[in-house]
């Protein structure tokens, strides 16, 4: 990619964001897609699919946007962040099916950090799967005592089981 392409697919980026914050998501989208056309690394493409996929969710397009989601998540397969991220976007938008896809493949992609073991767990327990998130939430804290998050989780879900 020239420098001319990689600056313009900045400034398209931010002028994507720039639209999304004031929620002309139909204006994000045309940038996302404008700056897709001069995207040829895989990281990049990657995270302006990411940027597409989080203004559709938030227009109420949730199909759409779990479809773009997965187009980047293809490129990622063995980026369990970038992969939990999509998870979280979409379980944000009460897409929790689709969430749980994309945590799975998280959950392959290496070895799971405390941020998607919490996510799993938060999953779980809306879910009514409260077994599960008990096991996701101490799997949070075994791999980190400090997550605070994890830690409040396993309270609250403890309380539903009756285990306090």
Partial sequence: MSDSDFSEVVR??????????KKEFDEAIKCYDQALALCHEKEQKAGMLYNKGMSLMESGKHDEGAEVLNQAAS???????????????CFNNKCNCEAGYFYGLAEKAGTPGTSL???????????GNYKKAADYFQAALEADRNNSDARLNLEDTREVLGDC
């Fill in 12 to 21: 398209l980026n931010n002028l994507g964001y720039d639209h999304f914050l």
């Fill in 117 to 127: 073991l919490n996510n799993i767990g938060v999953l779980n327990f809306v879910q």
């Fill in 75 to 89: 490129m990622m397969r063995d980026n369990g962040e970038f992969l939990n991220e999509c998870g979280l976007l």
